[in-house]
């Protein structure tokens, strides 16, 4: 993979993928945005937009709807919610060649967490994000590395983004090794402007973040609350650190090791302030919710390994409640 002269692609321009947008292209890349409808013309004629904790970043992108428009590309961060994943791994295709290094940054259990490691579950599919193979055919695993996000950016319209708290990106190949690449790209990222860590273990990080996302995003869609209020409520913290306790279960039966006590987390949490998760975002916008790669899957793994997680699994169902209810007022 080439260090000069590397052809970046942001496949999704939510908020996230205009971020990483922004920050890359103000930091000098020349940066190819796979993008679609108001947001395509939005990026075409203004270029991207960040306001964040070190000021505004507006820069000029290529950006097209075509794949194939856009050429094979050395780096690809697919910035997508995870309903959508398939439609947009199937469309990057045209842009993959031999050394091409894909990066989902995508919410949750991801599909190849099996794939590149040995262990009793090797290659096992998940079958909440990969019912049937599609992804792992898709992306063969000699692509990817592994990403975990602690971004928290909110699409204030097309192409423009603001953030309120520090960037941070870990990276990690699915195999555990701290590669050369691993280590250009994590250079890369953290040029601009982006906390960025090479991680020789990205599962453990994944499920740092499953924690956060499991033990906030359901509920806020089914209470409305924010970060901040989640955390901290008397009504709704002990739910929170049942949902957590169950996580934790389940990441230490797949060999997990997550370094924060419970208190460290909660405060952590209702630190974030006044935020609304991205799922209560998408619920608000009446857009598919990330519910199977965040939740199910999670369940899918404690069964493998005989837990139970009845709060989590509770919480879930009123969240599916509150998404299958949002659905047919949209299309009623």
């Given at each position: 993979m080439k260090e000069i002269g590397m052809r970046i692609c942001i496949a999704g321009a939510g908020a996230i993928g205009c971020t990483l947008a922004a920050r890359l292209a103000a930091s000098g890349q020349s940066?190819?945005?796979?993008?679609?409808?108001?947001t395509l013309n939005s990026l075409q004629r203004d270029g991207v937009y960040l306001n964040?904790?070190?000021?505004?970043?507006?820069?000029?992108?290529n950006a097209s709807d075509s794949a194939e428009a856009l050429g094979p590309q050395d780096l690809i961060f697919v910035c997508t919610k995870e309903p959508a994943l398939a439609a947009i791994m199937r469309q990057i295709q045209p842009m993959l060649h031999e050394d091409t290094v894909v990066i989902p940054v995508v919410n949750g259990v991801p599909w190849w967490y099996f794939q590149g490691v040995d262990g009793r579950f090797a290659d096992h599919r998940i079958q909440a994000v990969d019912p049937d193979g599609e992804l792992s055919r898709l992306i063969p695993a000699r692509h990817l590395i592994g990403a975990v996000v602690f971004i928290t950016a909110v699409r204030k319209a097309p192409g423009v983004?603001?953030?309120?708290?520090?960037?941070?990106?870990?990276?990690?190949?699915?195999?555990?090794?701290?590669?050369?690449?691993?280590?250009?790209?994590?250079?890369?990222?953290?040029?601009?402007?982006?906390?960025a860590r090479a991680s020789d273990n990205i599962r453990d990080q994944i499920w740092t973040k499953i924690t956060a996302n499991l033990t906030s995003n359901p509920l806020s869609v089914?209470?409305?609350?924010?970060?901040?209020?989640?955390?901290?409520?008397?009504?709704?913290s002990p739910l929170v650190r049942q949902i957590f306790d169950e996580v934790i279960q389940v990441a230490a039966a797949h060999g997990a090791r997550i370094r924060f006590d419970p208190q460290t987390f909660m405060e952590l949490g209702a630190g974030m302030g006044a935020v609304k998760t991205s799922m209560l975002q998408d619920h608000e916008q009446g857009s598919p919710l990330e519910l199977a790669a965040i939740g199910h899957a999670v369940l899918e793994l404690a069964e493998l390994v005989g837990l139970q997680m009845p709060t989590t699994r509770h919480v879930l169902a009123l969240t599916d409640f509150m998404a299958n209810k949002r659905r047919s007022e949209k299309a009623a």
């Amino acid at each position: 993979m080439k260090e000069i002269g590397m052809r970046i692609c942001i496949a999704g321009a939510g908020a996230i993928g205009c971020t990483l947008a922004a920050r890359l292209a103000a930091s000098g890349q020349s940066v190819n945005v796979l993008a679609r409808g108001e947001t395509l013309n939005s990026l075409q004629r203004d270029g991207v937009y960040l306001n964040d904790l070190e000021g505004e970043h507006r820069a000029a992108v290529n950006a097209s709807d075509s794949a194939e428009a856009l050429g094979p590309q050395d780096l690809i961060f697919v910035c997508t919610k995870e309903p959508a994943l398939a439609a947009i791994m199937r469309q990057i295709q045209p842009m993959l060649h031999e050394d091409t290094v894909v990066i989902p940054v995508v919410n949750g259990v991801p599909w190849w967490y099996f794939q590149g490691v040995d262990g009793r579950f090797a290659d096992h599919r998940i079958q909440a994000v990969d019912p049937d193979g599609e992804l792992s055919r898709l992306i063969p695993a000699r692509h990817l590395i592994g990403a975990v996000v602690f971004i928290t950016a909110v699409r204030k319209a097309p192409g423009v983004v603001e953030s309120t708290n520090p960037h941070l990106m870990i990276l990690g190949e699915i195999d555990h090794q701290l590669s050369e690449r691993l280590e250009r790209i994590r250079s890369l990222v953290e040029n601009a402007g982006i906390e960025a860590r090479a991680s020789d273990n990205i599962r453990d990080q994944i499920w740092t973040k499953i924690t956060a996302n499991l033990t906030s995003n359901p509920l806020s869609v089914v209470t409305e609350a924010t970060l901040e209020q989640i955390y901290s409520d008397d009504h709704l913290s002990p739910l929170v650190r049942q949902i957590f306790d169950e996580v934790i279960q389940v990441a230490a039966a797949h060999g997990a090791r997550i370094r924060f006590d419970p208190q460290t987390f909660m405060e952590l949490g209702a630190g974030m302030g006044a935020v609304k998760t991205s799922m209560l975002q998408d619920h608000e916008q009446g857009s598919p919710l990330e519910l199977a790669a965040i939740g199910h899957a999670v369940l899918e793994l404690a069964e493998l390994v005989g837990l139970q997680m009845p709060t989590t699994r509770h919480v879930l169902a009123l969240t599916d409640f509150m998404a299958n209810k949002r659905r047919s007022e949209k299309a009623a």
